[in-house]
């Protein structure tokens, strides 16, 4: 499979694993993965995981508030314009 050309599904349950392996390594989790978990979810129209990976992402980088904001405004700019 080329970089870049699996679906979102795909995408979210690749990234779901990383996330667990890391965690379970104890290791914390490397900066925009939560985000990128964030924009999958929202491509798909899970709106409340969509939110809930942003938060994370925030939550362990709090230089990252200004991105994510502005993510989640655009994510949800898109669903009312659909």
């Known amino acids: 499979m080329k970089p870049g050309s699996a ?3 795909t995408q979210i349950e690749k990234l779901n ?9 104890g290791k914390r989790v ?3 993965i939560y985000a990128h978990l964030g924009f999958l979810y929202a ?13 994370q992402e925030e939550a362990l980088y709090p230089e990252s ?3 994510i904001e ?12 659909q």
């Open 70 to 81: 502005g993510m989640l405004n655009r994510a949800m700019k898109n669903k009312e314009n």
């Open 17 to 25: 694993t990383d996330i667990q392996k890391t965690e379970a390594m």
């Open 7 to 9: 679906d979102p599904a």
């Open 30 to 32: 490397a900066p925009g």
């Open 65 to 67: 508030t200004v991105l």
């Open 43 to 55: 491509i798909e129209g899970k709106d409340s995981q969509s939110k809930a990976a942003f938060r």
